[in-house]
């Protein structure tokens, strides 16, 4: 169910500022201002011009627009719930911060922020990656070809992988690869520690895994 209200943080993440996937605002993408309120995203990096999608015609099954509600990928070890991150969730917190390590992150406070067959934007899913299990710890693990499927009110949309890399959580927002507007591209994001980074400090990095629409099922 995606939530119209962020719950209160729980202790685990206020304690553990390591857990942050964003510290400052560094991995919000920032596109047009969110919604019709005019609120903006957190971070202030420059808008590309759209990127034409490299993923093709979908599948001839159409599957409108729609939150999305599950994200499922095998080769990650990843099955669970997605919630809704706003555009002030991110403000509040200084960046997409889950509230929790098994949470998954929708990130809304973009234009046209929803999956589907008609999508005009990116999609991006936000989730921890840490030294104890977190949902996100097995992104580091796919490789281009795996498979992901986002399922939402309006059915089930296949997406494989075609890029997976790390940058520096200040660079994330001034990355034309990750600020472009890709119709049918889903990005999904978490934090990376370098071998030997200390756990008691914050990660560097974020690891990105962009994967482009592949086909569609709609719901019966």
């Known amino acids: 169910m995606i939530r119209s209200a962020r719950r209160a943080r729980t202790p685990l993440v206020v304690a553990a500022v390591t857990l942050a996937l964003v ?3 560094c991995a919000t993408p920032r596109q047009d201002p969110a919604g019709a309120s005019g609120t903006p995203t957190v971070s202030a990096a420059p808008t590309p011009p759209p990127t034409p999608s490299a993923a093709g ?3 001839a099954d159409l599957v409108p627009v729609a939150a999305p509600t599950r994200l499922t990928f095998p080769a990650a070890g990843i099955d669970g719930p997605v919630d809704e991150y706003t555009a002030a969730d991110a403000e509040a917190a200084g960046g997409v911060n889950p509230d929790s390590l098994d949470e ?5 406070g973009i234009s046209d922020p929803m999956p589907g067959t008609d999508a005009k934007n990116t999609v991006y899913l936000f989730g921890h990656s840490w030294i104890e299990p977190a949902v996100f710890n097995g992104l580091k693990d796919v490789v281009v070809g795996d498979q992901a499927t986002v399922t939402t009110a309006n059915g089930e ?3 494989e992988v075609d890029d997976v890399f790390t940058l520096a959580k200040p660079d994330f927002t001034q990355d034309p690869r990750v600020v472009a507007m890709v119709p049918g591209r889903l990005a999904l994001v978490t934090c990376h520690r ?13 690891t990105v895994v962009f994967l482009h629409l592949v086909s569609a099922t709609p719901a019966a």
């Open 57 to 59: 015609s979908p599948a």
């Open 23 to 25: 510290l400052s605002g």
């Open 194 to 206: 370098p071998e030997g980074w200390d756990p008691s400090e914050h990660a560097p990095d974020n």
């Open 157 to 159: 949309l296949v997406y």
């Open 104 to 108: 998954i992150a929708w990130y809304s």
